[in-house]
C-alpha cells in the first residue's frame, strides 16, 4: 500500500505477461510515468499514473484502471479509487461507436422479433421507422435524414436466428463520422416491437410485449472482476484544438485567429441544411 513509482510502474507495464514470460504476454498497458505523493495528511498516498504510449496501446482515452484489495480484508480501515484528471485525446480525435442491441427477452425458445423502432438524439425529432430486420443502409438512411446526426457509417454486427425466419435478436454497430467528440447516447423508440408467436404478438402480460433493447454508446465501464471494458463501443474524441464554427448562407469568407505559429491545423468545410451536413 506504500509502493514507490517505479514499483507501481512496473506492475501496470506487466499486467497481461503470462506465467512470467515476457515474450508471451497480451500487454495492454504500454509505457507510463507514475509518481507518488502523500495525501490525507499523510495517512495515505496516491499515484499519478500518466499515458505515454499514445500511439500504441494507449491512444486516446482509455477506460479508467480498475482498483482492488488483493484480499477482502485489506480494505477494511481503507479506500481505493481512480480519479480521471486529464482525457486522452487524439490530435485528430476519434469517431464514436454506438451499439444498438434489440433481443427477444424469451429465451426457451427464443422468439422471433417482428414490428418497426426509430433512433435518434433526446433532443431532436426521431428517425423514420426501421424495420426490426433492417439492413445496414436502411438505418444508416433513416438516422442521416435526422436533425442531430451527419453522416453516419453502420454494420449490422449480429444475427441470431435461422435464414428462413424473423431473428430473435439483432445488433448494429453505428459509426458517427461528423458528429464530433463524446455523444450522448441515441434514443430508441420500441411502441411497435414485439415477438411473433404463429403470427399473433406474444402477449406477455402487464404490457411486456417480450422485447429488450439497449443502446450502448462510448460508455467506458469495465468489468470489475475481469477489470476488462464491457462493451466494444467506443467514447468520440474531439481533435485536440478542434472549434467549429457555423456561418451564413451569403458568407463567403471567414477568418480563422488565434492560431499558433508553426502548428500544423487541418480546416474542413461543410455544407447545411435542414436535412444535416454535408461530408
Known amino acids: 500500500l506504500d509502493a ?41 498516498f496516491a499515484w499519478s499514473v500518466t499515458f505515454n504510449d499514445v500511439e ?22 481503507a479506500s481505493l479509487e481512480v480519479v480521471e484528471l486529464v482525457r486522452g485525446q487524439r490530435s485528430h480525435g476519434h469517431a464514436e461507436v454506438q451499439i444498438v442491441k434489440i433481443a427477444s427477452s424469451r429465451s426457451l425458445p427464443p422468439r422471433p422479433l417482428r414490428g418497426f423502432f426509430r433512433l435518434g438524439f433526446e433532443s431532436s425529432a426521431l428517425s423514420q421507422y426501421i424495420p426490426v430486420n433492417g439492413s445496414a443502409l436502411q438505418v444508416e438512411e433513416a438516422l442521416e435524414l435526422t436533425e442531430q446526426v451527419g453522416q453516419v457509417r453502420v454494420s449490422k454486427a449480429a444475427v441470431f436466428g435461422s435464414p428462413s425466419s424473423p431473428p430473435s435478436q439483432v445488433e448494429w454497430r453505428i459509426t458517427f463520422d461528423t458528429n464530433v467528440g463524446d455523444l450522448p447516447p441515441l434514443v430508441l423508440d420500441g411502441e411497435y416491437l414485439a415477438v411473433d408467436r404463429g403470427g399473433e404478438d406474444e ?9 429488450e433493447f439497449v443502446v450502448l454508446d462510448g460508455d467506458t465501464t469495465v468489468d470489475p472482476t475481469t477489470g476488462i471494458k464491457r462493451y466494444a463501443s467506443v467514447v468520440g474524441e474531439a481533435p485536440a484544438g478542434y472549434g467549429s ?13 488565434n492560431l499558433t505559429t508553426g502548428t500544423e491545423y487541418f480546416v474542413a468545410v461543410s455544407a447545411r441544411n435542414v436535412l444535416g451536413a454535408s461530408s
Open 203 to 211: 402477449d406477455m402480460g402487464g404490457g411486456d410485449k417480450g422485447v
Open 4 to 44: 514507490p513509482g517505479h514499483e507501481v510502474r512496473r506492475a501496470l507495464m506487466t499486467i497481461g505477461r503470462k506465467d512470467g514470460d515476457y515474450f508471451a504476454a497480451d500487454y495492454v498497458i504500454g509505457d507510463v510515468s507514475v509518481t507518488r505523493s502523500r495525501i490525507r495528511n499523510a495517512r495515505g
Open 56 to 77: 500504441g496501446l494507449n491512444r486516446g482515452d482509455q477506460i479508467p484502471l480498475t482498483p482492488a484489495f488483493p484480499r477482502a480484508g485489506h480494505g477494511r480501515d
Open 245 to 257: 464554427q457555423l456561418v451564413g448562407p451569403g458568407d463567403r469568407s471567414f477568418t480563422i485567429r
